[in-house]
């Protein structure tokens, strides 16, 4: 029996291991660079440059499990009246980082569409 709560306890160390902290981005504004976020988040899903320099920049965090081939009159190979189902589906969530014309962070968010 004693295995037993062994085991259960790696088990649990191996759980709280695999959380990755949340960051403090209001701590990064102002020294975070665009470099680095490319290095720790890997490439971007979106950039635009910003008429007065500047780049926002958007990282894919959250897919939403149903963009994959739906369209709005048929999910899930289903037909549906007037794209029902599509209200209900969980949206895809992404982090923007705003970075000036230095490649500093300026601005962060995150957006759920």
């Given at each position: 029996?004693?295995?037993?709560?062994i085991m259960f306890g790696i088990f649990l160390a191996g759980c709280a291991s695999n959380e990755t902290p949340s960051v403090d981005w209001n701590s990064r504004v102002g020294n975070y660079t665009y470099d680095q976020a490319?290095?720790?988040l890997g490439a971007p899903s979106d950039s635009k440059n910003l008429p007065q320099g500047g780049t926002v920049v958007e990282w894919l965090t959250r897919r939403n499990a149903g963009n994959s081939g739906?369209?709005?009159f048929r999910a899930g190979g289903v037909d549906q009246p007037n794209g029902q189902a599509l209200t209900s589906l969980p949206k895809s969530e992404?982090?923007?980082?705003?970075?000036?014309?230095g490649g500093?962070?300026?601005k962060w968010e995150r957006v759920v569409r």
């Open positions: 029996m004693q295995w037993v709560t490319k290095t720790e739906m369209t709005p992404y982090l923007v980082l705003t970075f000036d014309g500093k962070l300026t």
